[in-house]
């Protein structure tokens, strides 16, 4: 599916599988959505104005999950903070004003708006908008964004670009999930897939949107310390689930300052450290492993591998042979 930034207009209506509300009723609707997300004031800006209001929802895993939403005719929406949770809504048609704190986004095409919880909100949908809505839990995104022991508040920039590099690669990861979750899922289904997804597209949005946190380098005397200890945690258990958080708190350094010190050791970010170490382990098991009762599919899916061609791609940039070419040995 092409991303909203390419000029092609939407064709069909997102995650139509995981339909959550349809109504014309703007207390039903208000009220089911403040259950998903928080609790607002919902008004048609216009007296003779209708509701079309469709939602739909699916999970990435426990931390972030991919919504459509519109209402039909134009809108005000009036949450307050979000508390718990950011929000980056990525206009597909239509436009919004949305009033983050005390800057204004003219969202449209080429411009999503980011909600942070501890900003107040109030936004007007035009007639026939409809958005992207990314939910992403506020304390993951703190805990990847903090500097030190302890989840600090992150307040990103207002207004998102949705034509730079940065941003660009971002919405790709976002509709990845999306074209993997319409075409049935099977990329989470595992906690180790959901979990390194989740991770990765929190950091994205922390390194491609500006924000209050800044990277705290590591000293250069400390990089090889806390980028060996990290290897040996991924090393010793490459079938945990880990967190970026979790792994920083083991080497007594920020996630921000552990990402820089892997990329100045490594050139690569500890999860995609730990994605290497998990494909060696499937490498491993594939040699083990009688082809008669075991296939590609089995291994790949035991290490959280769930989208064979992108498995197999990374497989042979690593090993030079395709893991069934392995598996035949």
């Known amino acids: 599916m092409g991303q909203p930034t390419e000029g092609a207009e939407v064709t069909r209506t997102l995650l139509a599988e995981h339909r959550q509300i349809e109504t014309a009723d703007v207390d039903e ?4 959505v403040g259950e998903r997300f928080c609790a607002h004031r919902l008004e048609l800006t216009r ?4 509701l079309d209001m469709v939602h739909s929802s699916a999970s990435i895993g426990a931390d972030v999950s991919l919504n459509y939403l519109r209402y039909g005719d134009e809108v005000r929406i009036t949450p307050g903070t979000f508390d718990d949770f950011f929000l ?6 239509g436009t919004a004003r949305v009033r983050v704190g005390d800057q204004v986004v003219a969202s449209s095409r080429s411009r999503a708006s980011v909600g942070s919880p501890t900003e107040a909100v109030d ?3 035009s007639d026939g908008c409809e958005q992207l809505l990314v939910y992403l839990r506020r304390r993951a995104v703190e805990e990847l964004g903090a500097d030190g022991d302890e989840p600090t508040p992150v307040v990103f920039t207002p207004a998102m670009d949705l034509e730079t590099p940065a941003t660009r690669a971002w919405l790709r990861l976002v509709h990845l999930a999306l074209d993997d979750i319409e075409a049935g899922g ?3 289904r595992s906690p180790l897939a959901s979990t390194h997804f989740e991770q990765t597209l929190i950091a994205g949005l922390l390194s491609a949107q500006p924000n209050n946190r800044r990277p705290v380098a590591a000293p250069e005397t400390s990089c090889p310390r806390v980028v060996r200890t990290v ?3 991924i090393e010793a258990e490459p079938e945990r689930a880990w967190r970026l958080a979790e792994l920083a708190r083991h080497a007594g350094v920020s996630a ?5 010190a892997f990329q100045r050791e490594l050139g690569m970010t500890p999860l995609e450290r730990l994605r290497s170490a998990r494909i060696a382990r499937a490498r491993a098991d594939l040699l083990a492993a009688d082809p008669a009762t075991v296939s590609v599919t089995d291994v790949a899916a035991q290490w959280g591998f769930f989208h064979l061609g992108r498995f197999a791609q990374a497989y042979r940039a690593a090993y030079q042979e395709l893991p069934s070419q392995t598996l035949k040995r």
């Open 256 to 260: 921000r300052t552990l990402q820089e």
């Open 123 to 125: 936004m007007v949908w």
């Open 231 to 233: 290897v040996d945690l």
């Open 88 to 93: 980056v809504q990525v206009p597909l048609r």
């Open 29 to 32: 609707a208000r009220r089911e």
């Open 186 to 188: 099977a990329l989470f």
């Open 47 to 50: 007296r003779d104005g209708r």
